[in-house]
Each structure stands twice: as C-alpha cells, then as structure tokens.
C-alpha cells in the first residue's frame, strides 16, 4: 500500500511562507525526493479547507520537476500529517 505524506501549512496560497523563501523550498523539494525514493508520496495541503476530515485531504499540492506546483484534485488520504500551521 502506497503511503501518502501531508505537510499541512495554514496559509491556502500555494506559493506562501514558506515557500516565498528560497532555502525552504530547496529543502521541502528535496525532502519530497528522498519520501519518493522510499516508495511514499509527499503532498503539500494549503488552508483550512483542503481537510476533509479522518486524515483526508482535497485540494493538495505536489512539486514537478521544476520545483513548480501541480494541483491535485482528487482526495488524498494521508498516512502520516506533518502540521506546519504558524500560530
């Protein structure tokens, strides 16, 4: 079974803190690689409304190659949820 990997920040901008930092996006972006090397999947959930509830996610984020955003609209039920909400 695949196992799904969600950051949760509370900002629903895709490209906000604390992605507007460059170290941190190198890091979340690598970190993202070493999870897939292992077989899992990290997803990035933005907001309030991207929860579901019950560890399911809709709306969530996922990096390209490029270090670019791809949307992904469909539920994301998640193994593990890493809560980078700031407050």
């Keep these: 079974m ?4 969600i ?3 509370s900002d629903s901008d895709p490209y906000g803190y604390p992605f507007t930092e460059p ?7 690598d970190f993202m690689k ?6 899992a999947k990290l997803f ?5 409304k ?6 399911r ?11 670019n955003f791809l949307p992904i609209s469909s539920i994301i039920e998640s193994n593990l949820i890493f809560n980078r909400q700031r407050g």
């Design 57 to 67: 996610f809709i709306k969530t984020w996922q990096f390209d190659a490029n270090k």
């Design 2 to 5: 695949q196992q799904n990997i």
């Design 23 to 29: 170290c941190y996006l190198d890091a979340y972006f």
């Design 34 to 39: 070493k999870i897939e090397r292992k077989g």
């Design 44 to 48: 990035f959930a933005r907001g309030k």
């Design 50 to 55: 991207s929860y579901l509830g019950s560890g």
């Design 7 to 9: 950051v949760y920040f």
